[in-house]
């Protein structure tokens, strides 16, 4: 027996749940395919979760249009979904003589793209923007910002969801066939079968895979991983603005740099490796010394113990290392696979464009099937952009007590309250893991590292949920925990 | 013959013995060195011939605010007898409350010493990992 | 409820943390004679740490008795509720400002309290895979030794079946003889130093015993596995302990334990701007333990990491007591200030500076183990104090008493070791 929609998305990263939500706003049954037990843990939650101005691409090309449109959509929609967002603007440093053309260049190229507010600026006004910056002259784009890519993905899948769109975890498309009257039936590891008129392909570093299983060669992913440092959030406020060097021709991605997160740390990456496997997510000895290397030349105030975490994402990449460079987006509707619209190589600025790719879509999948809006569509899902925390002293005062568990504090470097933990486990996707609480609540993502959450979380999903050890997985079925209990629950039996 | 070298625990000093054994199945200790007293002499003797030792482990309890109780040995046992005083002590089960100093397993695997709960454990609404 | 602005109350002594230090600390200050003394707690139970060491050794100097650590906490909190002293527990300190007001938070409550004096005693958090930059992927099964500890012991929680363990200090040791006990396989314990940093016993008794073997001057170099831990890899260290590349090889395993260092817990410090020591990590304090901050004390493992428990104690008494005097009498004991500076073979010593008024104990750490050296204070070049030891060892503290006779008429004093 197979589940029929009118349009299954596969892939359940930023791009997929940006096309579920705008679909969502049309009377279409859609459901999004995503191999993971949550949303947004391929590339998705790991980035620099930079909002793109514009000008590093070459006018006309989707980049150029999608991340422009997109970038400003993001206030709207951010409101709307309830996700924190910075506008902290960019500096594209200087350095040298060859730079100073670059930065002409990529004003022009911003201003032929639409970028808003691009103008180049002298040492002064850098100064200002960031006191200490390196350079004698920079290229200033204010719509350039920071968000927490996984707090947008979880915000466009809950809204969607909210909206009649079903998400369909823990499913991993093994199979895409064409089907006789219209349309594919797509099949999964787990045996389930799934049918639908029209299937968007948006499953990023596995998008030529599923490209091949619809009959679809000529694409090919070649994965190409960023590793980076998260530092403690002692230094919050040392970075006022994005700044990055100027870029240098052909190189795979922007460089190493340092990015304020919307939270309060810094990201010092990505690095660039090619790959074969697109699932390798290691942190490598070299990259790791060469990022401390680069991260201290860059801010000299980083100490060895503001070093907490490490992690890396991979880029689907459309082109080997040999020709390197950044291939323009393939967006398309397959003239040969009818109702197959395939998204390929959503790397940078995937994140900024997914909000456009996701109209862009909408128009492909209209010519297919009818989308008639559908009135009860309400755009704005329930909450608030801050964690707790955040909140001033007095109405946090307020909400405790009227709710106790919101002065019960469960993480304490991040200072996250029982409420918010709640919340995350009670989430409307059904996510069960502990990274599905990570990335809700933000526990464990201080400098403890869930030191001192972890085992309180576990006595919440135990006492307060019946959870038992062998549940507790940490991102999915292989990843348990632990291997079960010292002593038998309830005593040993005589 | 082998030799052992120990760092004696009897005092801070921690003076480095070195011990000469005849038969490592069933040691016998023929020379002694490296003491800076008596006590280390013997200490050196017995944990050579027979280590003593003192174990914890946990034991479950229902209907206490905590799931598991943790127990010690008063008085240490041969190093040969853990196994078999650990497998009596998997066997057990308590009610909640449960004193500090109360005796969970006397005599474990004929030793002579007591297992003692060693945490206060008041009897409370039914913890879920009990 | 309406709040306009927050309720600050006001308590004579406020203590943060209610472990051996906060507890001992609290007491004092009550037999000092303050009535008003407040102890907030983060988690649901007093005793801190000691709640999960299950393990005897405690106490063997202070009650000598070998206690386990929920016993030896057992007898301060049985004293902590017999003068009546008031905590608050599964109350967090979200900040801590220089004129002594906590903000503080619990269930059902936000508020601030303005304190005559703090004690800080929020002892430490353990050095994470994070913090030391491990190679690999992040699956789970890596866990730090004191985080599986509190699994095991508190929540009835196993968290692996064969497990490797890096770092051979005495949580490393203890938990790698726990899991033993408990059924799982310890394949071995790592150790980045030419040298363990546990006490010899709990070699013996942790290690040798099981014949779980231990391997100094290497490291973890990957850690390998996508969804839960496969194994590790591990390499020599030279002299820079960085790994040799040919010596790696790969140890299957489903678990890893952390015993990399603990790390005092002084964010709150910070905030209320009190200087601190790069060294111990804790804040610079004299012979009442005041730090730099007007008020603000500090003691126990928060101050400096400490190995017995019994000294923490001692400490945190010392602590307590001048807290109680500082509110009492509206300042500090002595402002005089005569800097104690670690010289040749010292890591750090502590109080960073003593009044010369009354007598004290100097804590402090060797930088390498030595046999039958002596600890020697001087001031220029007159001698204070000398002390023989046997046994000198980084991971073991060492005790020097100073005499207020002998510190008359010092202007500063250096620690050596000869």
């Known amino acids: 027996m197979s589940q029929d929609y009118d349009v299954l998305v596969v892939g359940g990263g930023v791009v997929g749940c940006a096309i579920a939500r705008e679909l969502s706003r049309f009377k279409v049954s859609a459901a999004v395919l995503e191999k993971e037990m949550d949303v947004g843990l391929g590339t998705s939650c790991r980035n620099s979760g930079v909002l793109h101005a514009g000008f590093n691409y070459a006018p006309g090309s989707l980049r150029a249009i999608l991340d422009v449109k997109g970038n400003s959509m993001m206030d709207d929609l951010c409101r709307d979904l309830k996700v924190k967002i910075k506008r902290i603007g960019k500096l594209t440093v200087a350095l040298d003589e060859e730079d100073e053309g670059t930065l002409q260049r990529l004003l022009e190229q911003g201003r032929a793209n639409g970028v808003p507010g691009l103008e180049i600026i002298g040492k002064e006004r850098m100064q200002a923007i960031q006191p200490g910056v390196e350079g004698f002259m920079a290229l200033y784009s204010p719509t350039s910002s920071i968000i927490s890519p996984y707090a947008l993905t979880i915000g466009l899948a809950e809204n969607a969801l909210a909206n009649g769109v079903n998400f369909h975890l823990g499913q991993q498309v093994v199979s895409v066939t064409p089907l006789a009257g219209k349309g594919w039936e797509v099949g999964t590891k787990s045996g389930e079968r799934f049918t639908c008129a029209v299937l968007v392909n948006a499953s990023g570093l596995f998008a030529a895979d599923v490209c091949r299983m619809a009959g679809i060669t000529e694409y090919s992913i070649y994965p190409c991983r960023g590793e980076y440092y998260v530092l403690d959030k002692r230094l919050d406020g040392t970075l006022r603005a994005l700044i990055y060097p100027a870029p240098k021709k052909n190189a795979p991605g922007l460089g190493i740099h340092l990015t304020p997160t919307v939270d309060g740390n810094i990201l010092i990456g990505p690095s660039a490796e090619y790959l074969n496997d697109p699932e390798d997510h290691s942190c490598t000895y070299d990259v790791m010394a060469e990022l401390r290397r680069e991260g201290k030349e860059l801010l000299g105030e980083i100490r060895m113990t503001d070093y907490i975490r490490n992690f890396a994402g991979i880029r689907p990449k459309q082109t080997p290392p040999e020709v390197g460079g950044n291939k323009d987006f393939v967006i398309e509707d397959r003239k040969d696979a009818k109702g197959f619209v395939n998204l390929v190589g959503i790397e940078s600025p995937g994140l900024t464009s997914a909000p456009a790719i996701a109209e862009m879509v909408r128009g492909m999948v209209e010519k297919h099937i009818p989308l008639l809006p559908d009135p009860a569509f309400n755009p704005v899902r329930p909450g608030s952009p801050f964690f707790f925390s955040e909140l001033p002293a007095d109405e946090r005062a307020a909400m405790i007590a009227e709710n106790p568990n919101y002065g019960e504090i469960i993480c304490r470097c991040e200072k996250i309250t029982k409420q918010e933990i709640l919340d995350a486990i009670n989430n409307p996707l059904g996510a069960r893991t502990l990274v599905s609480i990570k990335y809700r609540a933000r526990a464990s993502m201080g400098r403890c590292q869930g030191g001192f959450c972890v085992p309180r979380i576990t006595r919440i999903l135990r006492d307060e949920f019946g959870w038992n050890p062998e549940d507790f997985l940490k991102r999915g079925g292989s990843s348990p925990m632990f291997v079960g209990n010292v002593r038998p629950k309830g005593g040993v039996s005589r | 013959m082998s030799t052992r070298e120990l760092t004696c625990v009897v005092c801070p000093g921690g003076c480095t013995i070195v011990v000469d054994v005849d038969n490592d199945e069933t040691p016998v200790v023929t020379r002694i060195q490296g003491n800076n007293c008596p006590r280390g002499e013997a200490w050196a003797r017995q944990e050579v011939e027979n280590p003593m030792r003192t174990i914890a482990s946990s034991v479950p309890v229902r209907g206490g605010d905590f799931p598991l109780v943790s127990v010690r040995t008063l008085r240490p046992i041969p190093l040969t007898k853990i196994r078999e005083v650990m497998e009596e002590i998997r066997t057990l089960s308590l009610e909640a409350p449960v004193e500090i100093g109360s005796v969970v397993l006397a005599s474990p695997a004929g030793c002579d010493t007591e297992v003692v709960a060693t945490r206060r454990v008041k009897a409370a609404a039914p913890c879920a990992g009990a | ?418």
Request: hydrophobic share 40%.
């Open chain 3, 1 to 418: 409820m309406n709040v306009k602005t927050l309720e600050t109350t006001k308590r004579d002594v406020v203590v943060i943390g209610g472990g051996p230090a906060g507890l001992a600390a609290a007491i004092a200050a009550k037999e000092a004679g303050c009535g008003d003394v407040l102890l907030i707690e983060r988690d649901r139970i007093l005793g801190g740490i000691l709640n999960q060491c299950i393990h005897d050794g405690f106490g063997l100097h202070t009650f000598k008795e070998a206690l386990s650590g929920p016993e030896y906490a057992a007898r301060y909190i049985d004293r902590f509720h017999e003068l009546g002293i008031e905590a608050m527990e599964e109350t967090i300190v979200l900040s801590l400002t220089s004129d002594r007001v906590v903000e503080v938070s619990t269930r059902g409550t936000l508020r601030r309290i303005r304190a005559g004096a703090v004690i800080l005693a929020m002892g430490c958090r353990e050095r994470t895979r994070g913090a030391i930059s491990i190679p690999g992927n992040r699956p789970s099964g890596v866990y730090t030794a004191g985080a599986a500890q509190n699994f095991m012991n508190l929540e009835n929680i196993m968290v692996g079946r064969k497990v490797c363990i890096l770092g051979s200090g005495d949580i490393g040791l203890i938990m790698a003889r726990r899991m033993t006990l408990e059924g799982a396989s310890v394949e071995a314990v790592f150790e980045i130093l030419p040298y363990s940093s546990g006490l010899p016993r709990n070699i013996q008794q942790c290690l040798n015993d099981y014949d779980i073997p231990l391997f100094l001057n290497t490291t973890v170099t990957e850690i390998v596995g996508k969804g839960r831990l496969e194994g590790i890899r591990v390499a020599s260290v030279g002299e820079d302990r960085a790994p040799i590349p040919d010596t790696e090889r790969f140890i299957a395993c489903d678990t890893l334990l952390l015993s990399v260092g603990l790390i005092p817990e002084n964010e709150l410090s910070r905030d209320a701007g009190v200087a601190m020591d790069p060294v111990t990590g804790g804040a610079v304090v004299n012979d009442s333990f005041m730090t730099s901050v007007d008020g603000i004390f500090a003691c126990g493992n928060v101050l400096h990491v400490h190995d017995l428990v019994d000294w923490v104690s001692v400490e945190a008494a010392e602590a307590g007591k001048f807290a109680a005097g500082y509110v009492r009498s509206g300042r500090e004991a002595s402002s005089c200030r005569i800097p104690v500076r670690p010289g040749s073979g010292v890591r750090y010593t502590l109080p960073q500076s003593v009044s010369g008024e009354r007598d004290c104990i100097l804590s402090l750490r060797v930088a390498a183990p030595w046999r039958n050296r002596c600890i020697v204070v001087k001031s220029g070049e007159r001698e204070v104090a000398r002390k023989k030891e046997m046994r000198l060892h980084p991971a073991e503290m060492i005790r020097i008493p100073l005499k207020k006779e002998a510190l008359s008429g010092c202007s500063s004093l250096e620690v050596t070791v000869e």
